[in-house]
């Protein structure tokens, strides 16, 4: 490859490498910390220890405010020992007034701001000891806020590979695995059969077959979302029509359970998800049968084959590169469900997507839910080199 030639591909390695790799590359790196954005001592990537300097700033001057509030009610050597006590708060915190972010903190400098730390509360109990029949306004809150001054030295989160070692005992995430595979094979299945049907009506040369085709892709075009909620009506247990005519035929025992039981969401979204991407499976291999050769059916015909053998020895043989691209890309848009099951059933069954959201975004774990996100990845692999291995390598180089 030339320059001239390898400055063409450029503009799609760099698309590749922004959208694509930058967030797996990503993802890997918080897998190997304990990265919680709901808590201050572990919001970010720390390989060692940190101080909190805003914080800590703050918190020091809460308590001489409170010790200013206090001179009024002490005598004249207790002020003299608010004010020293004062001084020496000031003194500690004034390093870092100007700081707006957390700060690298040498191992020295973290065992001096705990020793300060500890002499504070001890002279603030020595005031309390002093005046015991006055209530200061620094007992009521020196407690807290030294606690949260020694909170703001953070140590490091990084724990390398025990996010995984964790994954691996994790029970919740096996459940959430074999519910996005039981979603995932059964409704490929049903998807690749009507899909097939739909596409060898299609395929005909008959009257009306454009109205057909234009038809049938309209439940595709239609955002998941939106088709989500339509089917959430209609399996609504009091006035859907669908939990009404299955009560009726005997598969549910009553229709609030379609939506209430885990067997019934799980069906719910299957059908749901059947119904909206069948069209696009059909689709795909309706533009593999539309190349295969019509005299190859003609010769066929004239050797006397019929519908089932031209269908297995010609069609499929000659259908197998367009049915792994189908197969592929369902498989994979399926085993990622999101939309379509937090919309219809509020997050049941709860499949790998819908629990790295809650731990990523409910929970703020950016951690843990990075490691779950890479088994994902990993599971979407191995998906891949299943298809490929089965249907044939030679067809991805074709």
């Given at each position: 490859m030339t320059w001239r030639q390898f400055l063409f591909v450029l503009p799609l390695l760099l698309l590749v490498s922004v959208f694509s790799l930058y967030p797996i590359i990503t993802s890997g790196v918080y897998s190997f910390f304990d990265y919680q954005t709901n808590d201050q001592t572990r919001n970010a990537m720390y390989t060692g220890g940190h101080l909190n300097a805003p914080l800590?700033?703050?918190?020091?001057?809460?308590?001489?405010?409170?010790?200013?509030?206090?001179?009024?009610?002490?005598?004249?050597?207790?002020?003299?020992?608010?004010?020293?006590?004062?001084?020496?708060?000031?003194?500690?915190?004034?390093?870092?007034?100007?700081?707006?972010?957390?700060?690298?903190?040498?191992?020295?400098?973290?065992?001096?701001?705990?020793?300060?730390?500890?002499?504070?509360?001890?002279?603030?109990?020595?005031?309390?000891?002093?005046?015991?029949?006055?209530?200061?306004?620094?007992?009521?809150?020196?407690?807290?806020?030294?606690?949260?001054?020694?909170?703001?030295?953070?140590?490091s989160n990084f724990i390398g590979l025990k996010g995984y070692q964790r994954l691996v005992g994790d029970t919740r995430?096996?459940?959430?695995?074999?519910?996005?595979?039981?979603?995932?094979?059964?409704?490929?299945?049903?998807?690749?059969?009507?899909?097939?049907?739909?596409?060898?009506?299609?395929?005909?040369?008959?009257?009306?077959?454009?109205?057909?085709?234009?038809?049938?892709?309209?439940?595709?075009?239609?955002?998941?979302?939106?088709s989500a909620l339509i089917w959430t009506y209609l399996y609504d247990g009091t006035s859907g029509i669908v939990a009404r005519v299955f009560t009726q035929l005997g598969l549910i025992a009553s229709p609030e359970l379609l939506l209430t039981s885990a067997g019934g969401t799980m069906a719910a979204a299957i059908i749901a998800d059947v119904w909206k991407t069948t069209p696009y499976m059909a689709l795909l291999l309706l533009a593999g049968l539309q190349v295969i050769d019509r005299g190859l059916y003609e010769s066929a015909s004239v050797d006397g084959a019929g519908p089932m053998r031209t269908f297995t020895q010609i069609t499929l043989p000659l259908l197998k590169p367009s049915l792994l691209v189908a197969l592929l890309f369902r498989t994979l848009d399926a085993f990622r469900v999101y939309d379509l099951i937090a919309v219809l059933t509020k997050g049941t069954p709860e499949t790998l997507s819908i629990y790295a959201y809650k731990v990523m975004i409910g929970q703020g774990n950016y951690g843990y839910g990075a490691v779950i996100v890479l088994a994902m990845f990993l599971c979407v692999g191995l998906i891949a080199l299943l298809y490929v291995k089965v249907l044939g390598a030679e067809l991805m180089n074709d």
């Open positions: 800590f700033h703050e918190d020091g001057k809460y308590l001489n405010f409170y010790l200013k509030k206090d001179l009024q009610l002490v005598d004249e050597p207790g002020q003299a020992t608010i004010a020293a006590l004062q001084a020496d708060i000031e003194a500690a915190i004034e390093p870092y007034a100007q700081k707006k972010e957390p700060i690298t903190l040498p191992q020295p400098e973290e065992e001096r701001i705990l020793a300060v730390i500890g002499e504070i509360r001890q002279r603030i109990r020595s005031l309390e000891e002093a005046y015991p029949g006055t209530e200061l306004n620094i007992s009521e809150n020196a407690d807290t806020l030294l606690k949260e001054m020694e909170t703001c030295i953070v140590g995430f096996f459940a959430a695995l074999r519910n996005t595979l039981v979603f995932t094979v059964i409704s490929v299945f049903f998807e690749l059969i009507i899909g097939m049907g739909l596409a060898l009506v299609m395929n005909r040369s008959i009257r009306g077959i454009g109205i057909v085709r234009t038809v049938s892709l309209i439940p595709w075009a239609i955002p998941t979302a939106v």
